[in-house]
């Protein structure tokens, strides 16, 4: 049985339809890429998977726990149990910008998980050193890159131990010499099995790192495969026009 | 114009300091505290509260400062003279006070406005509370956003204690008044004005002091 279930989801803005019909899985360990055009739906897709957006119908199961059941929210408590197992990278990175990076990351799980601060520091210590930040830990996000910001997003996520990453556009927001050290963090967290669902305009990255690739369009998820079935010989119409377009 | 004159007038005016600068701290110490409150109702669930918020907000800022002082001193002893007696000096504080927490009231909920929906989100899903959020995300960064504003609003208010002056409190600019009418020489009123404009040296550079410690 798949890690994550996605069973006909559903959301809309009034009468606007922004997802349709989305089915898919994720299995432990799994990267998935969500690439399509703007307005396609993709970032709404993660925002509704962590209730930053509410689910109008469908089904959400991730591992024995149900998000969502047939459009059904369970209890505020339940809820916020299940979203607790995923932690998210945003486009804009929305560090605390009057706590330093070492504040930005034991803040939270010290009022969340109730850490003690030796405990937090100690962790925060060892997520700064595997994002390349230790030497940052008293520095005010200002002072840092946007690609710097975005790896300190990276390891404040990463504090409160999820089993599951989201990235909506990571380096979107990053000028283009930025992106790789972002992306470097992301293929390490890759190669030590974390699950993510990126959307993102970083072909090559969809491309190499990702074990599975979904096009949407439309509110929909029009094509899924691994990225060679999506790179190397698209089926559907709207994939190939995108990908003319995206990959020149 | 002799050195000794003008030293005299200025010590006469100091008289008027005391209630100018009790004014101020008074004012500024109360309507913050209770603008921010009322920034807090503004953003609560029940809505009658956020009603009486808004038409108060609405009435204090949309008339005069002056009408306020006026309606509170002489309306409120008129209307319940059979009762108690307002004390000049009390009337006038309450009005300030009024007037200025809806000023603040503003001031913060523009503070507010002012932060980025993705410090909420970022909290959200970071797992932490509504509550948690408000006291270690929201708010610092609310009162740093305001800071230059409240700034601007403790130096109007130096300026605004002369209002004092139609209530009869003694203040700054009643004993330059006085001064100027007894000797038929305008000198009284240029030192009210430089007393004034020591303050508000003073006061801004204390306030950008402050402004600089909160900068992040």
Redo the contacts between chains.
Sequence with gaps: MAFIQVEELKKSYGSLEVLKNVNFTVEKGDVIAIIGSSGSGKSTLLRCL???ETINGGTVKIGDDYLIKDGQYPTPAEL?RV??K???V?Q?F??????TVGENLI??TM???KTDKDTAMQNCRLLLKKVGLEDKIDV?P?YLSGGQQQRVAIA??LM?NPEILLFDEPTSALDPQLTGEVLGVMRNLAAERMTMLVVTHEMSFARDVATKVLFMHGGEIVEAGTPEQIFNNPQNEKTKQFLAAAVR | MDFTYIMQVTKALMEGFGATLWLFVLVLVLSIPIGFLMTLILRCKIAPLRWLVNVYVYVLRGTPLLLQLMVVYFGINLAFSDYFHIKRETAAALAFVLNYSAYFAEIFRGGLLAI?K??Y????????SKL?TNI??II??MF?VAMPSVTNEAITLVKDTALLYAVSVPEILHYAKATVVRDSDMTAFVVAGVIYLIMNTVFTLLFTKIEKKMA?
């Design positions: 962590i209730e930053l916020k979203t607790s995923m932690g998210m945003f804009n929305n560090l605390f910008p009057h706590k803040l939270p009022l969340v998980k005010y200002k404040r996520a409160q | 980025d993705g410090q989100e970022a909290c959200k899903v970071l797992g932490m948690q270690h995300v610092p960064q740093r992040y």
